[in-house]
């Protein structure tokens, strides 16, 4: 089993460019979630989607854009790159929102130059 | 804003001593969780206690939970430096309704061989 897999692992981008983080998973989890880590501030919720057609906003959604067309896939588009959006970025997905243990990413550190 | 904060923010101890880390949080919750992230990985689920259980075991780990503090300890016993990485906890809303687990902002163990 692959679990939950993330591509890029890394990244470099100019400010102002456009790119998309893809996530997939092959476990038939409904929930997907994508979070940001920054040091010494744990992961911070960014977007997330209780299944496919359904997204909702997270605690820092500014900049980011995410779609669910199918239940493994969740790609995470960053619209227009800005230094501050520097930070490694992990991809969950689990059976049920915050109530069964999550499944990450090994993550993709984004560096916006 | 972090939901559950982890203390010590750093720990370091000798191989074989035991390993306690304290986690507060500040609702009510479902459910609270542990990870373990090993350098430039993603997270890896240790436990999950619920909000009526008080205590758990697994292997060489050991869970309380005391909802009555909102605050929740993890011991490790018998360290090896294996155990070397960063630990979180992560907690459950008590609606299911939108979002996902909180996370802390961690606790990083140094196990010396």
């Known amino acids: 089993n692959a679990g939950v897999t993330q591509t890029p692992k890394f990244q470099v981008l100019k400010t102002g460019q456009s790119m998309t983080l893809q996530c997939a998973q092959d476990m038939n989890h409904e929930y997907m979630s994508w979070y940001r880590q920054d040091p010494g501030m744990g992961l911070r919720l960014i977007h997330y989607?209780?299944?496919?057609?359904?997204?909702d906003q997270g605690e820092v959604p500014n900049g980011y854009n995410v779609s669910r067309s199918t239940t493994e896939d969740f790609p995470l588009r960053l619209l227009s790159a800005a230094p501050s959006q520097t930070s490694v970025y992990f991809c969950?997905?689990?059976?049920?929102?915050?109530?069964?243990?999550?499944?990450f990413g090994q993550g993709t550190r984004l560096t916006v130059v | 804003s972090q939901q559950g904060e982890e203390d010590p923010q750093a720990l370091s101890i000798q191989e074989g001593e035991n390993a306690t880390m304290n986690c507060s949080y500040k609702t009510s919750i479902n459910n609270l969780q542990w990870y373990r992230q090993n350098s430039g990985r993603g997270l890896v689920h240790l436990i999950l206690?619920?909000?009526?259980?008080r205590e758990k075991h697994s292997g060489r780990l050991r869970v309380t939970l005391d909802t009555s503090k909102k605050s929740s300890s993890l011991l490790i016993t018998a360290s090896r430096a294996a155990d070397t990485a960063s630990y979180f906890c992560a907690t459950g809303p008590m609606d299911t309704g939108r979002r996902a687990l909180t996370f802390g902002s961690g606790t990083r163990l140094q196990v010396q061989p």
């Open positions: 989607s209780v299944g496919a057609g359904i997204t």
């Open positions: 969950a997905s689990s059976f049920l929102t915050g109530k069964t243990e999550a499944f």
């Open positions: 206690i619920r909000s009526n259980e």
